[in-house]
């Protein structure tokens, strides 16, 4: 599994747009780039994965460049509400690998009005 | 949207009692899973349930820990003898199609377990 660095912590403001980098230099060709956010006291929730160059949907932006070894999980405007715990995983498709997620710290977003 | 749900949301339990845990996954997903998560810690994988039985387990997952599928909904994890370290927040998941790492695991909102 690919070792990946992020952030412990970050503060942001109502309405900035928040990026949050992670770094996988020992990426797979098979790794996938995933976010999960968690709540405190809920279970974590996907956000988004890529592969490669771009993904956007209606939660945030994914953006990996052609080295695949960091990727930056943009948020648009964040609100009070995105105040959570961020987690980025290096995540091995295909057959024969086991659906298990092992979660760093992840980084801890704190949005202030 | 589908989701996954857990009872109870609290359970308070004395050390050494055993203590049933119960989720119900999304109702296609075929592949189930339970972390934990201790009060101020990371998320961490306890066991992977496929197809009626254990398709992977971690470290932690030991002997007091067992894992079944009742019925065809209910998904539990059982604590045979608590102890005081057993006390945090456990999530249930679920996925579907493959059970891989890159199919979206969707998580319950979890059971607080306090050991006293």
């Known amino acids: 599994l690919a070792k990946t660095t992020q952030p412990i912590s970050m503060d942001s403001y109502e309405g900035q747009e928040v990026n949050i980098t992670c770094s996988h230099n020992n990426i797979a060709t098979n790794d996938y780039i995933t976010w999960y956010q968690q709540f405190p006291s809920q279970g974590p929730r996907f956000i988004i994965q890529g592969y490669k160059t771009k993904v956007t949907n209606e939660v945030a932006s994914l953006f990996i460049p052609a080295d695949r070894k960091s990727s930056t999980l943009s948020l648009p405007r964040v609100s009070l509400s995105d105040t959570a715990v961020y987690y980025c995983?290096?995540?091995?498709?295909?057959?024969?690998?086991?659906?298990?997620?092992?979660f760093g710290q992840g980084t801890t977003l704190q949005v202030k009005p | 949207e589908p989701e996954v749900t857990q009872t109870p949301s609290h359970q308070v339990t004395q050390m050494g009692q055993e203590v049933i845990l119960r989720c119900v996954p999304i109702s296609n997903h075929l592949y189930f899973y339970w972390y934990r998560q201790i009060l101020g810690q990371k998320v961490e994988f306890l066991v992977s349930?496929?197809?009626?039985?254990?398709?992977?387990k971690s470290e932690i997952f030991d002997d007091q820990f067992s894992v079944e599928r009742p019925d065809g909904s209910n998904f539990t994890l059982k604590i045979r003898s608590t102890k005081l370290e057993d006390s945090a927040m456990y999530f249930c998941a679920s996925n579907y199609p493959s059970g891989t790492p890159t199919d979206t695991q969707y998580f319950g909102p979890g059971t607080r377990l306090t050991v006293l």
């Open positions: 349930f496929y197809n009626n039985e254990i398709s992977e």
């Open positions: 995983l290096a995540l091995t498709g295909g057959s024969g690998n086991t659906g298990k997620l092992i």
